[in-house]
């Protein structure tokens, strides 16, 4: 799990899914307001999370926020995706998280088609796997391609994000 690519090199996975000037644009393009946030959690940035999609040449990358909800502890994550690549097909995202001072572990995974996180109003994941409480919360981002009989881990650089909930 974590930052490892499975044997293959960071500039060979780059060079070879041409992610490298969809990271840059995908980068430049930010993100807008978020609606009903709690004022007093401030928004966090993951870092960015590059990932294979399955199909020729498919790749992605994820921009991921969080943003603040009104109930205490609770978090929403906003995927801004910019994927490259033809005839790609769906996979799965999921945000991992980790309160630090209670130990509490969690998260929740969402069916990615194209740029859409679906089920999803502005692709912000909510939900029940969404509330690691207050405290010091760790969390990071995988994907995987759902395979019959086992899903299987899709090639990615995982994005991380440290923050604090109310």
């Given amino acids: 799990m974590g930052m490892s690519l ?10 070879r899914t041409g992610v490298v000037a969809v990271a840059m644009a995908a980068a430049a393009s930010g993100f807008g307001g978020s609606a009903g946030a709690n004022p ?6 993951f870092t960015p999370t590059l990932t294979r999609v399955p199909g020729p040449n498919c790749a992605a990358i994820v921009n991921a926020e ?17 994927q490259t690549g033809e005839f790609c097909g769906a996979y799965y995202l999921t945000v991992h998280w980790r309160n630090v001072d209670t130990g509490a572990t969690g998260g929740q995974s969402q069916r990615v088609e194209g740029t859409s996180v679906v089920g999803m109003p502005d692709n912000v994941i909510t939900g029940i796997g969404m509330a690691p409480g207050a405290g010091k919360v760790e969390a990071w981002i995988d994907t995987y391609s759902q395979v019959y009989p086992q899903n299987v881990d899709l090639e990615h650089l995982g994005g991380r994000a440290t923050f604090t909930l109310g």
Avoid: C, H, Y
């Avoid at 969080?66 to 205490?72: A, D, G, K, L, N």
């Fill in 6 to 15: 499975k044997n293959v090199s960071l500039q060979r996975f780059m060079v």
């Fill in 40 to 45: 007093t959690d401030p928004v966090a940035q």
């Fill in 66 to 82: 969080t943003v603040p909800q009104e109930r205490s502890g609770v978090i929403g994550v906003r995927a801004k995706i910019t």
